[in-house]
């Protein structure tokens, strides 16, 4: 394992923009950002599922096209359940730091797995979490 090895977790939108046709920019970005050879990546299964709806609605994807992705994410990255450890945990993050219940499940699952960064464009840039967890806006 290479010295600048850092774990992270992957949001929603960064894999929706990396994926999806919609913004070319932001496409570059999030391909990137991914393709980081000494990135550990993680995600929940909140992350597929919220992904795989908007592939569906927004960028049209089929069936066959959202099981290849599903069976790719299992594949590739760690996928982590939302257990009870995980649920307690993200309850209190959103005691601690005021957010909102979906991502207090994110944060607690990114937390769990050990991430020590946290890629998202939809929360505050720079906010440190428990255990050294960063969010940090890629865009």
């Given at each position: 394992m290479p010295n600048d090895f850092v774990k992270v977790?992957?949001?929603?939108n960064v894999w929706f923009y990396a994926i999806s046709e919609q913004?070319?920019?932001l496409r570059e970005i999030a391909?990137?950002?991914?393709?980081?050879?000494?990135?550990?990546?993680?995600?929940s299964t909140q992350v597929i599922n919220e992904l795989c709806f908007n592939l569906k609605r927004k960028a049209s994807f089929s069936e066959e096209e959202i099981g290849k992705l599903i069976r790719s994410f299992y594949a590739s990255y760690e996928?982590?359940?939302l257990n009870r450890k995980v649920l307690l945990r993200a309850s209190k993050l959103r005691r601690d730091f005021s957010?909102?219940?979906?991502d207090g499940l994110l944060l607690a699952a990114a937390?769990?797995?050990?991430?020590?960064?946290?890629?998202s464009q939809d929360m505050q840039n720079g906010l440190m979490i428990e255990n050294g967890l960063k969010v940090i806006n890629p865009f």
């Amino acid at each position: 394992m290479p010295n600048d090895f850092v774990k992270v977790f992957v949001d929603t939108n960064v894999w929706f923009y990396a994926i999806s046709e919609q913004d070319a920019e932001l496409r570059e970005i999030a391909q990137s950002l991914i393709s980081e050879p000494y990135h550990g990546i993680c995600i929940s299964t909140q992350v597929i599922n919220e992904l795989c709806f908007n592939l569906k609605r927004k960028a049209s994807f089929s069936e066959e096209e959202i099981g290849k992705l599903i069976r790719s994410f299992y594949a590739s990255y760690e996928v982590l359940s939302l257990n009870r450890k995980v649920l307690l945990r993200a309850s209190k993050l959103r005691r601690d730091f005021s957010i909102s219940f979906w991502d207090g499940l994110l944060l607690a699952a990114a937390a769990e797995a050990g991430a020590e960064i946290f890629y998202s464009q939809d929360m505050q840039n720079g906010l440190m979490i428990e255990n050294g967890l960063k969010v940090i806006n890629p865009f």
